[in-house]
């Protein structure tokens, strides 16, 4: 058997953890595929004395995981710290620079910094990994890199935060509240270190701006992203989509359109009688449409220590088995100096359903009104329901419309215009309805 590849790992929280917990479980195992021993040999935390329930014994002891990433003792650094700064970015960067091959779970490192570490990465002949980065345990980055090789990929899109879906369903299921629904989501470790880039959609553009560059080929431009979150959605738009035969999920979306690559992060409802409408809990799901081989759909868990641990080790151990093709190259799918300028396609061009809620005045010649300003703007309703007001606005109506599909230019412009005749009680809520391919 070669010699051991010697692993430094920074941060034990979460995934740092479990990966030391699986390192250790799986020892034998992993020497037995890889054909060397995998060795834990240095660790880098805030807290040297916590107790992680993992044995740390004989390992060395870094309180400086830049120092750790510079160190001659270790072959791979692998970050799980988190940050899209320092010492996250820092430490990635000199592990590179002295020649270690790289393993990050980060994406919001990846989203900022993706290009310059591949850069360096492929410069120095040494690999930079990242398969936990985006959705979780699921091995979309190895599919896309790997298995997709040739093809033309449309679209790319699905849930990618465990976190949000979690809430959504849970909400939905339960009817447990908002906050009570994220407080259980960081208690089982999916959560980020600041949730509201879990719920404010951050966390999703950040694997969606990931996923673009491998799929278009494009430099990462997550600053470019379309980006709403799950904080404003109600138990009421809830229980109407189901009405009407919806779910609602947080989608983040990437096509090719004919004015450039839309990205988009957004609350979406699609169908209940879609797969992806089914997709619960933490669970994530990625739908590629590639053109040789067709809709592509893969699920499976996108948060939690295990799931994440699981991913980051696959990554180790393609670096212990020097796998042909990927030891030196192309980190995002190709080499990163070839990555081609991105060009955003705008959302005002963007064409697809839409859901409109409104709470309206009780008053005469309102739905005479929101018909007229629909037709002004050329938006064709599929339907248009009526209820009463919800709970404490009871001389209010709910008015709900759902269209055919339309620009966003003209539903912006509808809503604005409804929006100065003086009848809404409240602000209108309006999201996009997603209809997925037969797979999806
Ligand atoms: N938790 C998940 O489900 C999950 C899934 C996929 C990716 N990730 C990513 O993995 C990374 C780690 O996530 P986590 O959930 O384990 O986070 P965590 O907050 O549980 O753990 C991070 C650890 O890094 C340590 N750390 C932070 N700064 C440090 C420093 N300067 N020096 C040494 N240690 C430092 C912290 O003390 C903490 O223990 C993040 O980038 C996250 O986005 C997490
Ligand atoms: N906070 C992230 C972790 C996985 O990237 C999530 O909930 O999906
Ligand atoms: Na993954």
């Not at 014994?57 to 870094?62: A, E, H, L, M």
């Not at 220590?305 to 151990?317: E, F, L, P, R």
């Not at 209010?396 to 620009?407: E, F, P």
Request: glycine residues 10%.
């Amino acid at each position: 058997m070669s010699e051991a590849l010697k692993i430094g790992i920074a941060g034990l929280g979460t995934v740092g953890a479990a990966l030391v917990r699986i390192l250790s479980e799986r020892h034998e195992a992993l020497a037995g595929i890889c054909g060397k021993a995998i060795d834990v040999v240095a660790v880098s935390a805030r807290d040297a004395s916590r107790d992680r329930g993992v044995d740390l014994s004989g390992v060395k002891f870094y309180t400086d995981p830049v120092e750790m990433a510079r160190a001659a003792d270790i072959d791979v650094f692998v970050e799980l710290m988190g940050g899209e700064g320092d010492p996250a970015l820092q430490s990635v960067r000199d592990a590179l620079t002295s020649g270690k091959h790289a393993v990050t779970a980060n994406k919001a490192l990846l989203a900022r910094h993706g290009v310059e570490l591949a850069t360096l990465a492929e410069d120095k002949g040494v690999l930079l990994n990242f398969e936990a980065a985006v959705a979780g345990g699921i091995p979309v980055i190895k599919a896309m890199r790997e298995s997709l090789t040739g093809n033309r990929i449309q679209r790319v899109f699905g849930i990618l935060n465990g976190t949000c879906n979690y809430i959504l369903t849970q909400m939905e299921k339960k009817g447990i509240s908002f906050e009570e629904c994220l407080a259980e989501a960081q208690r089982l470790g999916y959560a980020e270190a600041d949730p509201t880039f879990d719920v404010e959609g951050n966390d999703t553009a950040h694997k969606l701006a990931i996923l673009t560059s491998i799929a278009f080929g494009t430099k990462i431009a997550a600053d470019e992203i379309y980006l709403e979150g799950i904080s404003n959605i109600s138990i009421e738009d809830i229980k109407a989509a189901d009405e009407l035969g919806f779910r609602i999920k947080l989608l983040g979306v990437a096509q090719k359109t004919e004015t450039g690559i839309e990205q988009r992060v957004h609350p979406t409802m699609v169908p209940k009688d879609s797969v992806i409408a089914r997709v619960d809990g933490v669970t994530n799901a990625v739908a590629i449409d590639a053109d040789v081989l067709g809709e592509l759909l893969m699920s499976g868990p996108g948060a939690g220590g295990d799931a994440t641990a699981s991913a980051v080790m696959g990554d180790i151990a393609d670096i212990a088995k020097s796998r042909p093709g990927y030891q030196y190259g192309p980190v995002l799918g190709r080499p990163a100096a070839s990555l081609q300028p991105y060009s955003r396609a705008r959302m005002r061009s963007h064409e697809g359903g839409y859901f409109i809620r409104l709470t309206v005045e009780d008053r005469t010649g309102v739905f005479a009104s929101l018909s007229k300003h629909m037709s002004d703007n050329a938006i064709s309703l599929e339907s248009i329901v009526q209820r009463p007001g919800s709970a404490g606005n009871g001389d209010k109506k709910t008015v709900i419309l759902v269209t055919h599909a339309t620009m966003e230019a003209s539903v912006r412009k509808a809503v604005k215009a409804i929006g100065s005749e003086g009848y809404l009680a409240d602000k209108p809520q309006v999201i996009r309805i997603e209809r997925p391919a037969a797979g999806a």
